[in-house]
């Protein structure tokens, strides 16, 4: 079973908004920091965003009053809510868990095209 698995990315236009999911059913996600990655083509993979157990969010300065982090301990479901969209934010973007061991997902494209 794939501890964690993103949902939501796809094609949207500059300026567009996508909202990605990252779910863990296998997970207690309250016992987890959690965050986005992505990777863009010939380049290494770099940190969005990031929300502790807590609630604590932490954003690339890139991304910083676009994006939004959230999570739902719940409902063992991480967000990312991303707006005014630029085409370099296309990349993968994986989600990760990070606690007594680190998950990753497998990865959602999103590409930020006209």
């Known amino acids: 079973q794939v501890p964690l698995v993103e949902l939501g990315g796809g094609l949207v236009q500059p300026g567009g908004s996508l909202g990605l999911s990252c779910v863990g059913p296998?997970?207690?996600?309250?016992?987890?920091?959690m965050g986005w990655f992505r990777q863009a083509p010939g380049k290494q993979r770099e940190l969005v965003a990031a929300i502790s157990r807590g609630g604590r969010t932490n954003y690339a300065g890139a991304v910083k009053g676009r994006f939004t982090i959230s999570r739902d301990n719940a409902q063992n479901t991480m967000y990312l809510e991303m707006d005014s969209l630029k085409p370099e934010d296309t990349a993968v973007y994986y989600c990760?868990?990070?606690?007594?061991?680190?998950?990753w997902g497998q990865g959602t494209q999103v590409t930020v095209s006209s």
């Open positions: 990760t868990a990070r606690g007594v061991a680190d998950y």
């Open positions: 296998g997970l207690t996600f309250g016992s987890y920091a």
